[in-house]
């Protein structure tokens, strides 16, 4: 089975801190990608990565970046947290144009 | 630009009683369509997906999904709705040749004993 891990379940953080967000998939694809979930406005992408150390706006990058050193790993970074930027964090990853397989997902408050 | 919409946001049904989720797409040529199932405090899991082929598509948990290209619809239904049923599902299209979903905002189902 693929598994799909993401760092923390619940992180709590105050305006201003540096957030780290980590995912790590065990299957070998290519193609892994950042969403942020909110109520009514489903699955948004905020960046995707098709290879190592290359990577890709999504609908909502503003307030984010992305690093990607090796290919099971890709981080989501919030240079500044927001309030704004409290909501759910999922990752996926994908081979090809297949199913993406998410991870369990991260839910981040900004105080 | 593709979208998707989930004009139902949240459905209650009784244990036993059919469901029917809908969804609407906007798309230039023949998309990759998914339904995913997100249980409460869990990540996405896939229910069922239409690449092409035949229209009517069965999926796990006694899913199945109908594409009909002339609605531009890919409804999810299933038979005889259980406890374990309630959750939220989200429909997304895909774009041929490339990996990117784009998602509905999502229908969150409510199952009564």
């Known amino acids: 089975d693929v598994k799909v891990t993401q760092s923390s379940r619940y992180l709590v953080k105050r305006t201003g801190e540096k957030v780290f967000l980590e995912c790590v998939q065990d299957?070998?694809?290519?193609?892994m990608f950042w969403y942020r979930q909110d109520p009514g406005l489903g699955l948004r992408l905020i960046y995707f990565?098709?290879?190592?150390?290359?990577?890709e706006k999504g609908d909502i990058p503003e307030g984010y970046s992305v690093s990607r050193e090796k290919k099971e790993r890709f981080s989501l970074i919030l240079e500044s947290a927001s309030t704004n930027q409290t909501s759910m964090y999922l990752c996926?990853?994908?081979?090809?144009?297949?199913?993406?397989?998410f991870g369990p997902g991260t839910r981040l408050t900004v105080l | 630009a593709q979208s998707v919409t989930q004009p139902d946001i949240h459905i209650t049904v009784s244990e036993g009683a059919s469901l029917e989720l809908r969804c609407n797409y906007s798309?230039?040529?023949?998309?990759?369509l998914f339904w995913y199932v997100q249980s409460p405090g869990q990540g996405l899991q896939l229910l069922l997906k239409?690449?092409?082929?035949?229209?009517l598509v069965q999926g796990i948990k006694g899913f199945e999904a109908e594409f009909k290209r002339s609605q531009s619809s890919f409804n999810l239904r299933k038979p005889s709705v259980h406890w374990s049923d309630a959750a939220e599902y989200f429909c997304?299209?895909?774009?041929?040749?490339?990996?990117?979903?784009?998602f509905g905002g999502g229908t969150r189902v409510l199952v009564k004993p």
């Open positions: 299957m070998d694809h290519e193609n």
């Open positions: 990565s098709y290879d190592v150390k290359m990577k």
């Open positions: 239409y690449f092409s082929g035949d229209t």
């Open positions: 997304a299209v895909g774009e041929i040749g490339g990996n990117k979903l784009t």
């Open positions: 996926a990853s994908v081979a090809g144009t297949d199913t993406q397989y």
């Open positions: 798309y230039g040529a023949t998309p990759y």
